[in-house]
């Protein structure tokens, strides 16, 4: 009987809360759905390295800011698909005329991300489909941006709300809240589950 008292309310407690994060979550997932991220590893933390990294950022948007002209993010995952060899040879040109011996090698899948704080919003942790490129060995800080919606390419006039509902602007927007390390756990237990 005093199992049955315990596990009730614990068992009340644990739908409720449930019930309440499952919007949060659901929502969450629909905007890692419609975004497309950059995610530049750099070889290592040295300062060299991570001046490279950035240095082969800025070439890289100022290179493909007339390549990533679809309409949906589907489309725009293809153009990444259908261009890897391309922009592979245009970061391993760039390292190369720079004196840097080591290559950069493009993937575009989907990867995990944490929440990333911007200046004007918020992006909840979760699977993203993401351009990944990996300088040399890959084992230093990363960078990362958003081609789609064209958040980092300058010279496109999009945002983010020209592709989201107004309840995913509406999380987005509300900054970095309790809410976001509730979906930081889930989307951490679904990505290591999902290896």
Known sequence: M?????????FMILTLTLSLIQPIIATSEDISNKVLRLHILANS????????????????LENTTDLFIGKT????IAIAKENTDYIENLCNQYLSDNGYDYKADVTVDKEYFDTRVYDDFTLPAGIYNSIKIEIGEG???????????????????????DYLTDEEM???ND??????????????????LNQ
């Open 2 to 10: 005093k199992t049955y008292k315990i596990f009730l309310p614990l």
């Open 45 to 60: 933390d040295s300062t060299e390295d991570q001046n490279i990294k950035l240095a082969l950022k800025n070439y890289f």
């Open 73 to 76: 993010v589907e489309e725009n």
């Open 139 to 161: 084992n230093g800080h990363n960078w990362w941006c958003i081609v789609f919606p064209s958040v980092c390419l300058s010279a496109c006039s999009t945002s983010m709300s």
């Open 175 to 192: 900054g970095y809240t309790p809410k976001f390390k509730i979906v930081e756990i889930y989307e951490k237990i679904k990505s290591r």
């Open 170 to 172: 509406e999380l987005i």
